[in-house]
């Protein structure tokens, strides 16, 4: 036996006390948990922890049963009259309601549609159309890369000058010549949640506009929108809202200003009376005018359905919980997995942290596959972050246990370094 | 017996030997269709005469089993990994392929995705953006609504103006200033198909940028893209492609303008490199740049399952079915409702005759909605105009013969005055 093998046996009995422990503390956890009933509202495949929620949500059971109406009956067999019949035509706005309810949104003011870039570029013309002559947009070079991109779009059609900053530095760059800032609540990356309220104010007071991308924060963690006062704010379904893949995203307007805003994507489904089928556009008064074409129905039935399984809990209790799961993540990685030069990138503070847990690692690519063959999703940010999401509604205390076990497991025993592990998706 | 009465039984039993002599030409006619298996491909109500796949197209069969997979298999079992593992990242550009040999495009020409609103803004910003320095935009002030909302809000973005024109009347409009043209190949209310290979000719020889909108056209007759030369196109996926409530649309550009053009919406999925998380746009250089954010998925996996209705069909079969199916309802009210003012708004050449017939009468409204209680579905156009659309790949000559009978009852007993059918729905 070579010294490093019996480092590694001595490793593993410490492991084995240190786990133990631990998970005799995850089951007492998820024994009292109020969210532990929720489990049972998505259906989950056998042995799976799923911890990449944050990329595409498991699908509530719910689903099912609702896309067979969807299919059978409202359109195989009330076809064109389900528009009236089965109430399509109000769908985008009541699942924008719906949604509403999770981002501390009054009623009326979201609207459901499109995807996160299309509504990021109605957000974005309509927030710098209201500041005419002021000539900056400000967004993360940090953030999620279609922001960017949708931004330098809007500069260029609108002749604004797009400026990178760190939300946390936004302070620095904020003046006469700002017209709007688009900032991610949560950095996909990192996990690092920002100062919704205080950046809100900052920008404001310096006469910009803001716009929020919720996309890693709605359903996972208390966004109050209508108290912080932002603007705008879009984000997508697919995530913690669990609408399933590429679910339809959605756009906040601050009710204020539903009466003087000229969003660029003039669809006929937002215009004040779409079958008058008038020549020329006049957008509707209420958040109706966030509306563009046709939407993908059996795409938003799913996400309505999907919602479902928020019924009767709270964002407190799920900030609760997911703040409960995200600490035991971090926690293990501090007693356990320092020792393989794994660093947690996530803010350790609990008002500056998401629902993730970013951990750094220089082999985090293969890691992450050789967790994926062992039944442990998470994913992979280049260039060196593993990436673990914690959706409160559907996880418990024992799968963070548990996952984090198989994950020492991975690094003690050199498993990632199966050349198996190398070869890169081209979509992870 | 009222000498109306009198006239009205006479009419009847005229009708009644029309009516049966009607019939057996159309029984005859659908032995001989050679798509006549095809409607078995389909999930059809019981007794239900369906005259509005112009507006939503009839359920597939196959698209129930491929949603159960998609639901149960895809994403509730392999959840993330379906991005690799069942080839979600490359359906956007194969539905795209299989719609472009709908339309006679070539592929990687043709992109899946969004609503027609949102490609048409895409297809036109792009065209204008080709021809730096021209001012004017031209587009049809008779074609649906979205397109000339879409077209204004392009021209205040680009500042061009919009001049409506009709597309019989476009060569005396086009000139230097002309930076694109956006016509619907068939007209919406009147079924007119326009000259598209003329049109785009003139077009071109002007300068400009040709713009078709292929809602009403896709699926439904011979439109030959490539041959035409056209550089965009646009369509939608819910109608005589029988994709869904909503189900995404498509954009096509030619070939030749992939490397040189520059699209408005650029998210994340167009990036010639999506997975490298850059924080700078570099256009895809082949038709992936026509990709904008996460697609709705569930509703493009529907769509994708509902083309497999075509397979083994032409498009010239489809066209020669359609136009029989038009020729007959034609034949019928010339024959038979002219009595009641009713007049044929719809080109009788079939060169300019679109899959559908529009019949016009003051109670046009009200005569929609008895044909509804009587089990056949069409559509009202507002003001005076029943508007009857014909599937090739569902419908039989006899249904265009019941229907079209009953339409005479309705018409000739005077039932569409019952006040019930006064009231309007907001939808139809």
């Not at 010294?3 to 001595?10: C, G, I, N, Y």
């Not at 932002?230 to 984000?235: H, K, L, P, Q, T």
């Not at 076990?405 to 081209?426: C, E, F, K, M, S």
Request: charge should be negative; proline fraction near 5%; glycine fraction near 10%.
């Amino acid at each position: 036996m070579s010294s490093d093998t019996a480092d590694t046996a001595a490793d593993s009995a410490g492991a084995d006390e240190y786990d133990r422990s631990a998970a005799e503390a995850a089951e007492a956890a998820d024994l009292v948990d109020p969210l532990g009933a929720a489990r049972d509202r998505f259906v989950l495949p056998e042995g799976l922890i799923y911890l990449d929620g944050n990329s595409l949500g498991a699908m509530p059971a719910a689903v099912l049963p609702a896309m067979n109406d969807a299919l059978s009956r409202q359109w195989a067999g009330d076809l064109i009259r389900s528009w009236n019949d089965n109430d399509w035509w109000s769908l985008p706005g009541r699942v924008g309601d719906r949604i509403g309810s999770l981002i501390g949104a009054a009623p009326g003011q979201v609207m459901c549609g499109d995807s996160t870039s299309v509504q990021l570029f109605q957000a974005l013309v309509a927030a710098c159309r209201m500041r005419p002559g002021r000539t900056v947009l400000l967004t993360d070079g940090d953030s999620f890369p279609t922001d960017q991109y949708i931004a330098d779009a809007v500069g260029r059609l609108l002749d604004l000058e797009v400026v990178r900053v760190h939300p946390n530095d936004v302070g620095e760059h904020l003046d006469a010549r700002t017209a709007a800032v688009l900032f991610s609540l949560v950095d996909y990356r990192t996990g690092e949640l920002f100062d919704a309220a205080g950046i809100t104010g900052a920008v404001q007071r310096a006469g910009a506009v803001m716009v929020w991308d919720l996309c890693h924060a709605a359903g996972a963690l208390l966004v109050e929108l209508d108290s912080i006062g932002a603007e705008f704010a879009v984000g997508c379904g697919y995530k913690y809202l669990n609408g399933g893949p590429g679910a339809p995203a959605f756009i906040y307007i601050a009710e204020r200003l539903l009466a003087e805003l000229e969003l660029p994507l003039t669809g006929w489904h937002g215009h004040r009376t779409p079958f008058g089928l008038d020549q020329h556009y006049t957008p509707s008064l209420s958040v109706e005018q966030a509306r563009i074409g046709t939407p993908p129905l059996l795409s938003m039935l799913a996400l309505d359905a999907a919602l479902d399984a928020f019924t009767g809990t709270s964002m407190d209790e799920l900030r609760a919980k997911s703040l409960g799961l995200t600490d035991r993540a971090i926690h293990y990685a501090d007693a356990r997995l320092a020792e393989f030069g794994v660093e947690v990138v996530t803010p350790r503070e609990h008002r500056r942290r998401g629902s993730q847990v970013s951990l750094r690692m220089p082999q985090a690519y293969e890691v992450c596959q050789a967790l994926i063959a062992r039944g442990v999703i998470g994913d992979f940010r280049a260039p060196d972050l593993l990436r673990l999401g914690y959706a409160p509604l559907y996880l418990r205390h024992i799968d963070v246990q548990n996952s984090m076990q198989i994950l020492y497991d991975v690094l003690a025993t050199g498993a990632y370094q199966d050349p198996a592990y190398a070869h890169r998706n081209p979509v992870t």
